[in-house]
């Protein structure tokens, strides 16, 4: 018998309350198949989930098959992220190297568009990890009503709220505050890693790099020269003979 998801509420009542917002900049850019124009925007779509689900999506990571049914309208958005959220990348790299409390939060934050609630949306979520495994946890947080009231069957899911009224800093993305390994596993890896350099480099652009012929080239070697100069002896006056030094008429 599989146990029920938990029941969890927010930890502060401001999460339930729709913001107004005026539209800019930071505003997340909405891609959704309800508007697509040209082959183009299907090809803009395509990487705006793969930055959702894996941020960067090498060549051998990304699946021309699930891509290639989307394009032919074989399947919905929502089916592509399922697709993403259940491919070997993304289980080795979130489900393996992270235990299931970490795990959860990754998915919320990539498929709900928020943070997690507190430690008891951590526990309800693992306990369905834990008993119907990642499918069947998959499948749960896509079909919640949560999910389908924002996102549907045909947006892609992205970050809720980046921007808050009243702040002057809005919240930091997923991928920054959320790193791909936890503590234990990027301790293994061996990073990060502290180097410190005593060098101070500039970074010049090609353009403005001396060319061939340069007189700035020759600058290091010019400075270089220490060129020995006869000093001029220092006669003191005391030491001068007037009467023998001036000629008589």
Partial sequence: MAIPLLGYAPLVQNSRID?????????????????????????????????????????SDRDPFLESQLRFGQITVRDFIRGLLL??????????K?????????CVQRVLGRDVYGEREKLAWAVIVATKGIQGFIDQLLDSEEYLENFGYDTVP???????????????????KSPFYNEYYRSILGFPQ????????????????PQAGSPALFMDMARAISPKVNPSPRISAVNINIEASVPKR
């Fill in 87 to 96: 491919s070997p990348t993304f289980t080795d790299g979130f489900y393996a």
């Fill in 19 to 59: 913001g107004y917002e005026v539209p800019g900049e930071e505003q997340p850019t909405i891609y959704s198949t309800e508007n697509l124009l040209s082959g183009t925007d299907l090809d803009n779509l395509i990487e705006a989930a793969y930055r959702q689900i894996f941020f960067h999506a090498f060549t």
């Fill in 194 to 209: 502290i180097i410190w350099q005593t060098e101070v480099r500039r970074f010049i652009p090609q353009e403005k790099k």
């Fill in 98 to 106: 992270n235990s299931n409390y970490r795990f959860v939060e990754q």
């Fill in 158 to 176: 992205y970050q809720r709220r980046r921007v808050l009224p009243g702040r002057a800093q809005g919240e930091t993305p997923f991928n920054i």
